[in-house]
């Protein structure tokens, strides 16, 4: 089964995520600033069981939750344990509720946490608040029964063996939680599927294959050979990613993500995968409804004899 996935929020449907900042917080006092947090974190779990539900309504497979569900969960002054929060409980029950929805549904859910967790930093402090962020979007996952905690591999430090030797070496300090869930992704400046595949083959962890980064930094591998390579690191259903450029491949800047999903992009070879393909456009939803929409139009009568007879 092919699933398309949505990343985190919507164009035009009404489901809201909030969130605060640390200079808002930082103007109350500590139990007003976790009553804040307290109400963010409800609202939150209440719009991801209203995302979950319009996602299955529509034939949405997967939806990426946003990092900050849980608003400063690991601010380095104003961070927090759920138990701090006053209705810390009904919070995970609210989470555990989209588990229940979601596995119901046949949905499934992902994270992929910001730019600054970063495993291989050269600062010991980066790599602590690294892990404490993985720790904690592995919390959240294993409420709502997320599987992917999907991340990059780092800078390259001017030696990328020697980077992705630091990168493999601090996965032993993830708990089996964290550790279980987490996959990594090729880049479009400094790690290739050639790059990660290695590393991923040595130690079991899932290459989350990112076909447009590969078009804008391309290595040995073709497309097909990158796939079949990427989706026997997986021991459960792969999860790749798909953009197309808003200038065109032509253009002076190919990397930058359309609103759309031009169908050209979608690789061949993935449509007959059991595979997640997570739709990164800004359209969002629109866009994932469109491409969906363009796929089932491309899948004729006579493409299915072909492919049957292949």
């Known amino acids: 089964m092919l699933r398309l996935g949505l990343c985190c929020v919507f164009r035009d449907q009404p489901i809201r ?20 947090v307290n109400e963010l974190a409800l609202a939150n779990a209440d719009a991801l069981l209203e995302a ?62 910001d730019q600054f967790v970063v495993l291989n ?41 020697e980077a992705l030797a630091a990168f493999a070496k601090t996965l032993d300090r993830l708990s089996s939680s964290a550790r279980s869930r987490l996959t990594v992704e090729n880049d479009d400046t400094t790690y290739t599927p050639a790059d990660l595949l290695p590393i991923c083959e040595a130690t079991g962890l899932p290459l989350v294959y990112d076909v447009h980064h590969h078009r804008c930094l391309p290595d040995g591998l073709d497309v097909d050979e990158a796939t079949r390579r990427a989706v026997a690191t997986w021991n459960r259903e792969p999860m790749f990613h798909l953009s197309s450029p808003i200038e065109g491949w032509d253009g002076p800047r190919p990397h ?36 969906l929409s363009d796929l089932k139009a491309s899948v004729t009568p006579a493409t299915r004899a072909r492919r049957s007879r292949a």
């Open 52 to 113: 979950l539900s319009y996602c299955a309504r529509v034939g949405i497979g997967c939806f990426r939750v946003n990092s900050q569900i849980l608003p400063l969960k690991t601010h380095p002054r104003y961070g927090y344990a759920i138990g701090d929060l006053p209705d810390g409980d009904e919070i995970i029950r609210r989470f555990e509720r989209c588990h229940s929805v979601s596995s119901e549904k046949g949905l499934r859910t992902c994270f992929h946490p």
């Open 121 to 161: 930093s050269r600062r010991p402090e980066v790599v602590d608040a690294s892990i404490r962020e993985l720790e904690y979007q592995a919390e959240v996952a294993e409420w709502i029964g997320a599987d992917v905690l999907n991340i990059h591999a780092g800078g390259s430090f001017g030696d990328k063996s």
């Open 256 to 291: 930058r993500h359309h609103d759309f999903i031009d169908p050209a992009d979608f690789p061949e070879c993935w449509k007959p995968l059991d595979l997640t393909v997570e739709v990164e456009a800004k359209a969002k939803e629109v866009a994932v409804l469109q491409l």
């Open 17 to 36: 995520f909030r969130n605060t900042t640390a200079a808002a917080v930082g103007r109350l006092d500590r139990s007003a600033a976790l009553r804040k």
